[in-house]
């Protein structure tokens, strides 16, 4: 089956700093990924859209500034969380478009906790 | 604003029952509506998805029903385990290769 990657799972940091999220799909081509966002005990928000090779496409009221997406090539896509605060302190999962299937498969989630 | 309404929040049912989750949309142009299962600390996981070409989509225990006029469709799980025990989501989306609008989720706890 498609497999989605995230790295790091889990990542401590403090308040000021920038955190780089890492999201792959190991065995297959994806040329659109998207981010989301997951509080405890909600559902998921969708952040952004990537595309390989453009600019993402930031959801309403998403700051494009403070959440950098890079889509360099068809398997990695980067989050970045610049300046990162405490209530950016959360779950945050990607996902990727399977080329040619249309399938939507999720990583397994990076924990950020902002101290 | 497209939405995707679910229910329950949580469901208790006994091992061996039935588990039925239900959600309702709003917009007409969404074509394919997938289930996901997600356990605490991971990731969701596609179960089963349908297309409104349907009403009914089985897959091992898992059962999609689908009503186009009523804009409704439901995730019954027979014989559910212990193991099922997990947060579901519904979704729907315009084509299967686009962007998701997910449901509120339903905390399912399967007792043994």
């Known amino acids: 089956g498609a497999v989605v990657s995230q790295h790091p799972s889990r990542v401590i940091c403090k308040s000021g700093t920038s955190v780089k999220i890492e999201c792959r799909s190991l065995?297959?081509?994806?040329?659109?990924m998207f981010w989301y966002r997951q509080f405890p005990k909600q559902s998921l928000m969708l952040m952004a859209t990537?595309?390989?090779?453009?600019?993402?496409?930031?959801e309403q009221g998403v700051e494009k500034d403070k959440f950098l997406i890079n889509h360099a090539s068809l398997t990695l896509s980067t989050l970045t969380v610049t300046s990162a605060h405490p209530e950016d302190s959360s779950f945050y999962i990607c996902?990727?478009?399977?080329?040619?299937?249309?399938?939507?498969?999720f990583g397994p989630g990076t924990r950020l906790l902002v101290l | 604003q497209q939405q995707v309404k679910q229910s329950p929040q949580s469901l208790i049912v006994q091992k061996g029952g039935i588990s039925i989750i239900n959600c309702a949309y709003e917009?007409?142009?969404?074509?394919?509506f997938p289930w996901y299962q997600q356990f605490p600390g991971k990731g969701p996981a596609l179960l089963i998805a349908?297309?409104?070409?349907?009403s009914e989509k089985k897959e091992g225990r898992f059962t999609i029903s689908f009503n186009k006029s009523a804009k409704q469709f439901s995730l019954h799980i027979m014989d559910s385990q212990p193991g099922d025990s997990a947060t579901y989501f519904c979704?729907?989306?315009?084509?299967?290769?686009?962007?998701?609008?997910f449901g509120e989720g339903t905390q399912l706890t399967v007792n043994p």
């Open positions: 996902s990727a478009i399977r080329e040619g299937r249309g399938t939507q498969y």
């Open positions: 065995d297959f081509q994806a040329t659109t």
């Open positions: 990537s595309n390989e090779g453009s600019k993402a496409t930031y």
């Open positions: 917009n007409t142009a969404f074509d394919y």
């Open positions: 349908i297309r409104p070409d349907v």
């Open positions: 979704a729907a989306s315009r084509g299967s290769g686009s962007r998701l609008t």
